[in-house]
């Protein structure tokens, strides 16, 4: 056993080998598409082997295997992760399975991070990969589906489940309405966002959609859930992600210039799915996690160059951006409006399309959001790129917003 020092305080001192700096060694990522019929663990595999190459690193030195949920409207498998290893061949000294909505994935890459820093493996992957039942099936093959409604209505507690609640569409859009009411928002200002984020996508290449449209267009499109149009609603898309973390000197190894993990923030409110009490139009959970992060990166929120922002309504988007510190409250529209979120802007957020243009398969979006901060960090962004980026920041929430986690991401 390891002996432990005490400081006056009488907290610990971490030996040396428990404070080595993380790096994210290798990025992959499946297409993203609208499928009728998936298998997650085909996507998963796609990704991770993606993931290895990019990382240059061995498949033999990968010690941790950690995964996610594949979706709630699907049959969920078990012993995933160790399916996976099977296939691949891949005996680790870590593995498991991480839910948590949103922050799955994050969680996840949490936990392997902590155990590279503490010196018990090198290597590590992390894998996201989603599929949901299509709703044309689910109408059609409905008795054969029942057990996943109930599954998926199971989400939303023993109270709002029983109002047959499949969807969160409906809580996002009460706290938009309030957001809206309390600040003075217009709808045209809310309706920007879906137009700046399709003229980011137009020039990524895996974006789902990627056709320009106009705030007109927005506003005329079906209206889902007052004020939510269904252009200012993430698309169903499936889609698998993974990442590779490797202690900073294992990495550096094999790339000249690496990507460090430098800060972690991470926030849940005391509420299951949406607040039962207090103000609907804050997600106190962003703020705190931002607050961490950034305090423990030692950087503020107008250091930051690019920031994939987990938006899957255009309303919740844009008040994240508030709660994380890069604009005022009520100010985000304005500045979306004014070109303060593109590049050369104050911040170039969502530069990948966001998930309302990228897509959204939700376990996977988290990991999907690293690869676009690390593709920027690294310059190999294309048509998107945002120039001199040295530091970025991804964010990923579980809830109507009510879980939060904020990572900063630096280049070497």
């Known amino acids: 056993m390891r002996e432990v020092e005490f400081d006056g305080s009488g907290c610990f001192v971490k030996p040396e080998c428990f404070m080595r700096n993380v790096a994210i060694a290798g990025i992959g990522m499946t297409d993203l598409e609208v499928l009728d019929n998936a298998y997650p663990a085909d996507l998963a595999v796609q990704a991770i082997v993606a993931a290895i190459e990019d990382s240059r690193l061995e498949k033999k030195e990968i010690d941790a295997l950690f995964g996610t949920p594949t979706g709630y409207m699907v049959d969920h498998h078990k012993f995933e992760c160790q399916r996976i290893a099977e296939y691949l061949r891949m005996p680790v000294r870590s593995t498991g399975e991480f839910d948590c909505g949103g922050t799955s994935a994050l969680t996840a890459l949490r936990h392997v991070a902590l155990e590279i820093a503490a010196g018990r493996i090198d290597a590590g992957i992390v894998y996201a990969a989603h599929w949901e039942l299509p709703p044309a099936r689910l109408r059609v093959e409905h008795a054969d589906w029942q057990h996943l409604i109930r599954l998926a209505n199971a989400v939303y507690g023993s109270y709002d489940s029983r109002y047959g609640v499949l969807s969160p569409l409906q809580y996002y859009a009460m706290c938009q309405q309030r957001y809206m009411f309390e600040t003075g928002v217009t709808a045209e200002q809310v309706a920007s966002l879906p137009v700046v984020l399709r003229d980011n996508a137009s020039r990524n290449p895996r974006a789902v959609y990627r056709e320009p449209i106009t705030v007109e267009e927005v ?94 309504f255009a309303g919740a988007e844009l008040m994240c951006y508030e709660e994380l510190g890069f604009f005022g409250r009520g100010e985000a529209p304005a500045a979306v409006e004014s070109g303060r979120t593109r590049a050369g ?68």
């Open 219 to 312: 506003l005329a499109s079906p209206m889902l859930s007052p004020p939510i149009h269904l252009l200012e609603s993430c698309p169903m898309s499936a889609g698998g992600a993974a990442v590779v973390l490797a202690s900073e000197e294992r990495a550096g190894q094999v790339r000249d210039e690496v990507t460090v993990l430098t800060g972690y923030g991470e926030a849940h409110d005391d509420s299951h799915f949406m607040p039962a009490l207090g103000d609907m139009s804050r997600f106190p959970s962003v703020e705190r996690s931002a607050s961490e992060a950034f305090e423990s990166a030692g950087v503020k929120p107008a250091d930051i160059d690019v920031a994939e922002v987990y938006g899957a």
């Open 345 to 412: 802007g104050d911040v170039a957020i969502n530069t990948s399309g966001g998930r309302l243009s990228l897509g959204h398969p939700a376990f996977a979006t988290a990991l999907l959001e690293i690869f676009e901060v690390v593709t920027q960090l690294r310059g190999e962004a294309g048509e998107r790129q945002v120039p001199d980026t040295g530091r970025g920041l991804v964010h990923a929430e579980h809830g109507m917003v009510n879980g939060s986690i904020v990572l900063i991401i630096e280049r070497s």
